[in-house]
């Protein structure tokens, strides 16, 4: 499966984005979908997932509450409502496809791109 994700840019703080992660191939609805981030200098951060009926989502402690994960199979979508960004959200945005339910990111085995997300403050 090939993923691309998009809809990053540049926010002002308390502002919201929409990320999309858009897949090809007809076996994107039995992987689960994960979003990670990363700022410079920092390690990678999972920040939420969605398991591959949509049934179960995850969030990394910083973003819950704020973050919304949800997927359109018949569109081969994963879409991450952003609210209420701060500028530590600042990061690269990737979005990768795998077969377990995971916040650890070895467990993914197809990833995309990446999306810059820049909050001003």
């Known amino acids: 499966v090939q993923l691309q994700a998009s809809g990053g840019g540049l926010v002002q703080a308390g502002g919201s984005l929409r990320l999309s992660c858009a897949a090809s191939?007809?076996?994107?609805?039995?992987?689960?979908i994960g979003w990670f981030r990363q700022a410079p200098g920092k390690e990678r951060e999972f920040v939420a997932a969605v398991s591959w009926s949509g049934g179960s989502t995850y969030y990394g402690h910083s973003v819950k509450g704020r973050f919304t994960i949800s997927r359109d199979n018949a569109k081969n979508t994963v879409y991450l409502q952003m609210n209420s960004l701060k500028p530590e959200d600042t990061a690269v945005y990737y979005c990768?496809?795998?077969?377990?339910?995971?916040?650890?990111?070895?467990?993914?085995?197809?990833w995309g791109q990446g999306t810059q997300v820049t909050v001003s403050s």
């Open positions: 990768a496809a795998g077969s377990l339910d995971s916040d650890y990111g070895p467990a993914y085995d197809y």
């Open positions: 191939g007809r076996t994107f609805s039995r992987y689960t």
